[in-house]
Nanobody
Framework: QVQLVESGGGLVQAGGSLELSCAASGSIFSINAMGWYRQAPGKQRELVATIARSGTTNYADSLKGRFTISRDNAKNTVYLQMNSLKPEDTAVYYC??????????????WGKGTLVTVSS
């Protein structure tokens, strides 16, 4: 079994910054892509950013320049640095990992989410 645990959410004023972390643990052979998604109240879950094991990144167009995703492969951890936060960034942020649980067999795992609230 694999667990992804997010941390770093909280309340921040508009214009402020937060850094989210997500650590994966358990029966991990290797982790391919990791990423962050978010779900605002009454809305569907949406992509924030993804990062391949190689470090190649992909961002939602609307978030480029404000959010930065990074990872530490040795720690099986992915980070999300969020700057210039806006009230519309308020959401539950979920970590995702495409995990090789053994050679040639991968599964998708999700964290339980961490709430980010941006006050105006």
């Amino acid at each position: 079994q694999v667990q992804l645990v997010e941390s770093g959410g909280g309340l921040v004023q508009a214009g402020g910054s937060l850094e989210l972390s997500c650590a994966a643990s358990g029966s991990i052979f290797s982790i391919n892509a990791m990423g962050w998604y978010r779900q605002a109240p009454g809305k569907q879950r949406e992509l924030v950013a993804t990062i391949a094991r190689s470090g190649t990144t992909n961002y939602a167009d609307s978030l480029k320049g404000r959010f930065t995703i990074s990872r530490d492969n040795a720690k099986n951890t992915v980070y999300l640095q969020m700057n210039s936060l806006k009230p519309e960034d308020t959401a539950v942020y979920y970590c995702h990992g495409h995990v090789l649980v053994r050679a040639g067999y991968a599964m998708d795992y999700w964290g339980k989410g961490t709430l980010v609230t941006v006050s105006s």
